[in-house]
């Protein structure tokens, strides 16, 4: 066994053996796996599609690799099959989400980023998987993948049956919903034909919640999102100024963005979280106010981000993104003071992206989105009346039942 996929010896899986693999990844603590063949051409149109509209914004890795996201074995060449798994993140033992993003002092930090990064949790799950399969399997050969290379892992997942491709453009699995992690084992098995798998239709119907809530209007058609309207892209991805007509827009969202979940009916499935390495506990991000974060030094963000995946946008970014949401405070005029003292605190001492993203926040503060005209600049094409948009409140979030020891 190798972790490469290379020879191609002829490993045929039948779905005897495919549901011993199923128990091993229960027992790993994956929520579900589904396997697929690697003909991904009824997705690879619309992957490049988007590429052309220029929706990865300034994600130059997401056109890089060319084919190599959309054919599985030119990336790996060898591959025959892929194991696609999913992990759930959503810890309901942490603050409610809702009431977080709708007290604007508050910070809103997405809930898969409020605690440890997911990648190294799910490759040594994918590696442990991959050790037990090929105990059984001799001459098993596979890659591991989790966010890490050119692999279209929603593509895949639909492919392989995990969940249907929701209008937010996320698998949505009709019995978990949607807060789980992708990750996918490349390998060098065939699928014997009584596995070949069945795709679920999207279950949306009429429902549109999640493009009229989206507070940036970045979901632009169904299972579309242009990521430069995107919270998650602007704030994780996106290095630059934030455009100042989606400035008022990202409300206290300081790292990534989860209303297009938390709006969707399909979450009120969720299940909570087998992981304590995504629990909020800890270090409280889940309650933290924008203000005590604002006051961490770069060392303090570095130490209190150990192993966390918001170190990796490094400090000044960090800043900015709490300048914007400091800006977005509904504060009273004594509060105001507070802030504009706290935000000129760090003014020159960072760099001039932050600078001007403090100018910013303390010419905006105390305006409201409603007393600024946001013109939008792409044309919607599910034709959605801006006045429509609600950007800080949804009318209704579908959360996991919380557990009883939280105060509601
Ligand atoms: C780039 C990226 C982003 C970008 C762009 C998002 C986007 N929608 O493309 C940004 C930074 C905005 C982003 C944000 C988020 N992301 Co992201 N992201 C990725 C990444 C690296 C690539 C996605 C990609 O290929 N996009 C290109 C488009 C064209 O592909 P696509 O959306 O998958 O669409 C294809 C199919 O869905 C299909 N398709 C679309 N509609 C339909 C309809 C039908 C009927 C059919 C047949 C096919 C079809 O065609 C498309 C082309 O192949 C993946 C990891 C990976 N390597 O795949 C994670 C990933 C998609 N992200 C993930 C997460 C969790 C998020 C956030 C929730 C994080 C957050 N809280 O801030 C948000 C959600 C925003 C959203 N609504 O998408 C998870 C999603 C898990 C899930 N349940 O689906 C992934 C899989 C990471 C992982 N390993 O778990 N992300
Ligand atoms: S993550 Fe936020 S900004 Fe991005 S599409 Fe979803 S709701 Fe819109
Ligand atoms: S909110 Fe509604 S439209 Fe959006 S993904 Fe969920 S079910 Fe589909």
């Not at 074995?73 to 999913?86: D, H, K, M, Q």
């Not at 799910?122 to 001799?138: C, P, S, T, V, Y």
């Not at 969707?264 to 304590?276: I, M």
Request: hydrophobic share 35%.
């Amino acid at each position: 066994m190798t972790d490469t996929v290379s020879a191609q010896p002829t490993l045929v899986l039948s779905s005897e053996q495919f549901a011993q693999i199923k128990g091993w990844a229960a027992q790993l603590g994956f929520a579900d796996i589904s396997v697929c063949d690697i003909d991904l051409s009824d997705y690879e149109k619309g992957y490049f599609d988007w590429l052309a509209q220029d929706y990865h914004g300034d994600m130059e890795y997401m056109s890089r690799h060319g084919i190599k996201r959309s054919r599985p074995e030119e990336l790996e060449p060898g591959t025959l099959s892929i194991l696609s798994v999913r992990l759930n993140y959503f810890d309901c033992s942490a603050e409610h989400a809702a009431r977080q993003i709708q007290q604007t002092d508050k910070a809103y930090i997405s809930r898969y980023a409020l605690q440890k990064d997911y990648h190294k949790l799910m490759r040594k799950r994918l590696q442990q998987l991959a050790d037990k399969i090929g105990q059984h399997f001799n001459g098993f050969q596979y890659r591991a993948f989790c966010d890490s290379a050119p692999v279209l892992e929603r593509s895949i997942a639909h492919k392989a049956g995990l969940g249907f491709i929701g209008k937010n453009s996320l698998i949505i699995h009709p019995r978990a919903g949607s807060w789980f992690f992708l990750g996918e084992l490349y390998t060098n098995l065939t699928i014997s034909t009584d596995l070949s798998e069945k795709t679920h239709p999207q279950g949306c119907g009429p429902c549109n919640a999640c493009i009229v809530e989206c507070p940036t209007q970045a979901i632009i058609d169904n299972g579309i999102v242009d990521s430069r309207r995107c919270i998650s892209y602007l704030t994780i991805e996106y290095k630059g100024a934030i455009p100042l007509e989606l400035r008022a827009l990202m409300g206290n969202r300081i790292y990534g963005c989860d209303d297009c979940q938390l709006v969707c009916p399909w979450n009120k499935f969720t299940a909570d979280t087998n992981e304590d390495v995504f629990r909020a506990q800890q270090n409280r991000l889940d309650k933290a106010t924008l203000l005590e974060l604002w006051q961490w030094d770069e060392n303090q963000f570095l130490q209190n981000f150990a192993g966390s995946p918001i170190r990796r946008i490094g400090y000044p970014q960090w800043c900015r993104n709490l300048a914007v949401a400091l800006g977005n405070i509904k504060a009273s005029n004594h509060e105001k003071s507070a802030i504009i003292q706290a935000l000129i605190s760090k003014k020159t001492i960072i760099n001039d992206l932050v600078d001007e993203h403090i100018d910013w926040a303390i010419s905006h503060l105390g305006k409201t989105p409603e007393s600024e005209n946001h013109a939008l600049p792409h044309k919607q094409i599910f034709a959605i009346d801006p006045k429509n948009i609600r950007p800080f409140k949804a009318k209704k979030y579908y959360l996991p039942k919380m557990p009883d020891n939280i105060d509601k």
